[in-house]
């Protein structure tokens, strides 16, 4: 079992930028395949961006394509999220997410594939 935390969290203007990191313990996940999802109030988990275990290839949600840099070190056991030009819609819990077994250049983009979760940071983008 591999226990994920995030931060990097925080308040932010529009237009400003953040970034999340989620780190790895418990065993290597160089191996995974990981995810970042979010989830705003009242709505359902959605799939922000996802990444190959090699870190190879990547995809992004339609909504952030452009702003968002999905990236992992896997020498650290830390995967980033890098934000820029956040909007008040962006304001959700963040969630970083690994599924071991990953399979080659697949890069898994719905919540069930995932088998291990952080606990979620909070990101706020004022208006």
């Known amino acids: 079992q591999v226990q994920l935390v995030e931060s990097g969290g925080g308040l932010v203007q529009a237009g400003g930028s953040l970034t999340l990191s989620c780190t790895a313990s418990?065993?290597?996940?160089?191996?995974?395949?990981m995810g970042w999802f979010r989830q705003a109030p009242g709505k359902e988990r959605e799939v922000v961006a996802a990444?190959?275990?090699?870190?190879?290839?990547?995809a992004y949600a339609d909504s952030v394509k452009g702003r968002f840099t999905f990236s992992r070190d896997n020498a650290k056991n830390t995967v980033y999220l890098q934000m820029n030009s956040l909007k008040p819609e962006d304001t959700a819990v963040y969630y970083c997410?690994?599924?071991?077994?990953?399979?080659?250049?697949?890069?898994?983009?719905?919540?069930?594939?995932?088998?291990?979760w952080g606990q979620g940071t909070q990101v706020t983008v004022s208006s």
């Open positions: 997410a690994a599924r071991s077994r990953a399979i080659g250049n697949y890069v898994y983009t719905l919540s069930y594939e995932y088998d291990n």
């Open positions: 990444i190959t275990w090699s870190g190879g290839n990547t």
């Open positions: 418990g065993r290597t996940f160089s191996s995974d395949a």
